[in-house]
């Protein structure tokens, strides 16, 4: 899969930045907001908060499943 175009985080775990996000799922929040979950790859956990056209985007380009 093309990395470029995946949801990018920071995994709290390994504290490294801008980590390609697999299996992510972009919900909303409660006030209307967009977040992302997914895992690192190497099974740890990560979340991001995307604003809507980005959120859209990953949906549209394939790297995140709509949970909305």
């Not at 980590?19 to 099974?43: E, L, W």
Request: charged share 30%; with cysteine.
């Amino acid at each position: 899969m093309d990395t470029s175009k995946m949801i990018k985080a920071y995994c709290l775990k390994t504290k490294e930045k801008n980590v390609p996000m697999h299996d992510a799922v972009v919900s909303k929040t409660a006030k209307g907001g967009y977040i992302a979950k997914g895992n690192d790859g190497k099974g740890n956990k990560m979340a991001a908060i995307l604003g809507e056209a980005n959120a859209l985007l990953a949906i549209k380009n394939g790297v995140a499943k709509k949970d909305f």
